[in-house]
């Protein structure tokens, strides 16, 4: 029986090539094979493999496109470059792109079998390390800042890690609800199994169902094969639902029953499947309202709401914006290659007096535009394009932010920046979702139905 927790995606237009990798790996791998750079794409999502064996030359595009499409989708994911007609060149690029190695073509099974084993002791033995590290690192992990709100969040964080109870996590969009999810999902017991995340926002109830459970071959039509659904991928770990909210009403009654119950059923399914994996939800409405509205189920809200967390905005913690500043500009200068640049005194002061209706991930693509545009070493106050509809915060005698200043909607905001991140991105749309943390399929209908997209 091949081994579930090792998969490989075989990509190589030469259906004899790709027959005869399936029959050499079938008993130690689970193997999924696609033939176009198109099927290799939908392969890759539905399927979330460990190694791709990834051809060079596809009738639909080139490996190297797909390798970077692959890595920006899932960066530990383990790429084998394989060409019959590779130069150099090639093969340098892939490996700056994140290829493990690269086979020439014709090669021994010996040979495939060889990197194979050095790619998956490779593999655990990163997992390990990750493992290791967020288990030692234990209070290490915490959201940055020294604002009071923050030190709070921190503190409540080391009580409820460990603990397998619901959580659900409330907030404004981009105020960091994701990053808090997954700090509790690394300081917990479960942090060596999975974090799973979906974003419920723009999805059919038909493709929910079809995520979170999973679903029989044939249950509908273009289901061509059985898919695992995020309840058995997330199973001993963390399960994260992002814009929980937006979950239509039916889903949410098969949601409550999987909590409850610890099983489901796949869609098109006869029999149970059992599953044990903790849930983190999160909205940026107010699901008390929601309840009342008859729009979110009242017994599931009460399941969810056994501990309940407060995300703050960034206007009533301007305290932590240095501190912000620096751990979101540091990653993005190694991205781009370049030296840390400094933040002027006035470029500071600048971002102090904005409101930040986008919060975190408004700062976060500010910093990136000014970084890219840059024309010294310093980020200068004239480097960052704010929005100009928005008024300055107005100071408290306590030098707080005051709550009464007047900015343009947020939707009017986020659909600003998501267009500004596609054209940043190069019209790359999973880039952008990766630099906006939000699902492709997310900026997709969000491109679509605010007419972001043409």
């Not at 990163?126 to 709100?149: C, H, Y």
């Not at 907030?171 to 017991?189: D, M, Q, T, Y």
């Not at 991205?335 to 930040?356: C, D, F, I, Q």
């Not at 596609?422 to 900026?443: C, D, F, H, W, Y």
Request: with cysteine.
């Amino acid at each position: 029986m091949p081994d579930p927790s090792k998969r490989i995606l075989i990509v190589d237009d030469d259906h004899s090539i790709v027959a005869g990798l399936e029959a050499l790996l079938i008993d130690d791998w689970e193997v999924r094979a696609a033939y176009t750079a198109r099927e290799a794409r939908a392969a890759f999502v539905d399927f979330s493999p460990d190694v791709v064996l990834l051809d060079m030359n596809l009738p639909d595009a080139s490996g190297i496109d797909l390798l970077h499409d692959f890595k920006m989708y899932a960066e530990s994911v383990a790429v084998i470059m394989m060409s019959g007609a590779g130069t150099f060149d090639r093969v340098v690029e892939s490996m700056k792109l994140g290829a493990e190695t690269f086979l020439p073509k014709p090669f021994e099974y010996d040979t495939l079998a060889l990197t194979l084993e050095t790619v998956s002791r490779m593999i655990a033995t990163r997992r390990e390390l990750v493992a290791l590290k967020r288990a030692e690192g234990g209070e290490a992990e915490k959201l940055p800042g020294t604002s009071p709100a923050i030190l709070q969040l921190n503190q409540l964080l080391a009580q409820i890690a460990r603990a397998p109870s619901p959580v659900m996590i409330e907030g404004e969009s981009g105020s960091g609800k994701g990053v808090f999810a997954k700090l509790i999902h690394n300081r917990s017991p479960r942090a060596r199994a999975p974090f799973v995340d979906l974003n419920c926002a723009g999805l059919s109830k038909e493709l929910l169902e079809s995520e979170l459970f999973g679903h029989e071959r044939g249950a509908f039509t273009n289901a061509m094969a059985t898919k695992q659904g995020l309840f058995e991928i997330a199973s001993d770990g963390t399960l994260f639902l992002d814009e929980i909210a937006e979950m239509e009403i039916t889903v949410q009654a098969r949601l409550l029953k999987a909590i409850e119950e610890k099983r489901f059923r796949r869609v098109g399914g006869v029999r149970d499947l059992t599953t044990n994996f903790r849930l983190i939800a999160a909205t940026n409405r107010d699901l008390g309202a929601e309840v009342a509205a008859g729009r979110f189920r009242a017994d599931l809200y009460y399941r969810l709401n056994v501990v309940r967390v407060r995300m703050p905005p960034l206007r009533e913690r301007f305290e932590d914006l240095p501190l912000l500043v620096e751990v979101i500009v540091r990653p993005l200068a190694k991205e781009m290659g370049r030296a840390v640049p400094a933040v002027s005194p006035r470029a500071l002061k600048k971002l102090e007096t904005y409101p930040w209706p986008g919060n975190i991930r408004e700062l976060r693509n500010v910093l990136e535009r000014a970084m890219l545009t840059m024309s010294g070493k310093e980020i200068r106050s004239e480097d960052l394009l704010l929005e100009s509809g928005a008024a300055p915060v107005a100071k408290s005698s306590a030098g707080m932010p005051a709550t009464d200043w007047e900015i343009r909607a947020l939707d009017e905001v986020i659909n600003d920046y998501v267009a500004a991140s596609v054209e940043a991105a190069g019209g790359n749309v999973r880039k952008a979702a990766r630099q906006l943390q939000i699902s492709p399929s997310t900026l997709y209908a969000r491109m679509k139905t605010k007419g972001v997209a043409s």
